[in-house]
């Protein structure tokens, strides 16, 4: 699939009126690359809509799959992800369940490695040479990538070409690109111009630049001018559709930490 002028609507204006109408054109079997880095950045509005108008069959390629009841984790529970790219899946246990009963297929990807085959993707980088994963499953291959349900390995990950450089060995890397790319950014204009909010910003501007159609849900919506150049995040040439959330739009915290309330001291 390619971005057509159709994804821009009228001129340079890329802004869609609803989450629904963003992703209406995104089939079963599509592949997508999904911003977020925890549940940080996640476009829960557009990830709700895939998931209402029942698109299935995906591949995701993701830092992580959200949790059982929010971000990625709707699209897993409801059985439609058929396979996961993903770096951290620790909070998770469908995932876990899927993945052990043979449901989901699984290819991990070290997390640094993750976000280079994404950023290469997104430049024209057929594939990379890295120093991670040399002497480990992940060059030389046998990772489990999906089991047949009885315990047994159905499908293991395949050995990597490893070569000397400087006296140091690196295993190849093919980039990923994606039919289509779903990133949610703090703010961005009708011109597609993101800037995203501190973490968020870790995976998706790599996956939102993999993606051959990039799709955004923006907490505030400003016009063409309004973003400092030197603020923006990402340059509206890598985004399609822009849809408004706005600034109340849900955000859930993955694993909330507080701090045991002070004890009262006695006066002496």
């Known amino acids: 699939m390619t971005s ?16 629904a109408q963003a992703v209406a054109d995104i089939p079963d079997g599509a592949s997508l690359a999904v911003g977020g880095f925890g549940l940080c950045g996640n ?31 709707v699209l897993l529970g409801a059985g439609r992800i ?17 993945f052990l009963s043979g449901e989901l297929e699984v290819e991990l990807t070290p ?19 890295t120093r991670t994963g040399v002497g480990t499953q992940v060059a030389e291959g046998g990772l489990p990538q999906r089991y047949d349900g009885a315990g047994g390995v159905a499908l293991a990950s395949p050995a990597k070409e490893v070569r000397s450089f400087g006296g140091a060995q690196y295993v190849l890397e093919e980039s990923i690109t994606t039919d289509f790319a ?4 703090l703010k961005g204009d009708r011109h597609g111009n993101l800037v995203f909010n501190k973490s968020a910003r870790n995976f998706s501007p790599l ?13 505030e919506l400003v016009e063409p001018g309004e973003i400092d150049p030197d ?32 004890t009262a001291t006695k006066e002496a």
């Open 207 to 219: 996956a939102a630049a993999a993606g051959r159609v990039c799709i955004a849900q923006v907490e």
């Open 111 to 129: 997390q640094g490695t993750l976000a280079e085959k994404l950023r290469a993707g997104g430049a024209g980088i057929a594939a990379f040479f």
């Open 182 to 185: 779903l990133v949610h950014a």
């Open 82 to 98: 058929r396979k996961m790219t993903s770096s951290y899946v620790g909070e998770n246990k469908e995932f876990e369940r899927q």
């Open 43 to 73: 476009p829960i509005a557009l990830i709700e809509a895939l998931l209402a108008q029942g698109t299935r069959d995906l591949w995701v390629v993701s830092n992580n799959c959200g949790v059982d009841d929010w971000g990625l984790g």
């Open 4 to 19: 057509t002028t159709k994804d821009l609507g009228e001129g340079l204006d890329k802004v869609v009126a609803s989450a």
């Open 231 to 262: 603020a923006v995040h990402l340059p509206g040439v890598f985004v399609s559709r822009v849809v408004e959330v706005g600034r109340d739009v849900e955000k859930r915290i993955e694993r909330r930490t507080v701090q045991a309330p002070a």
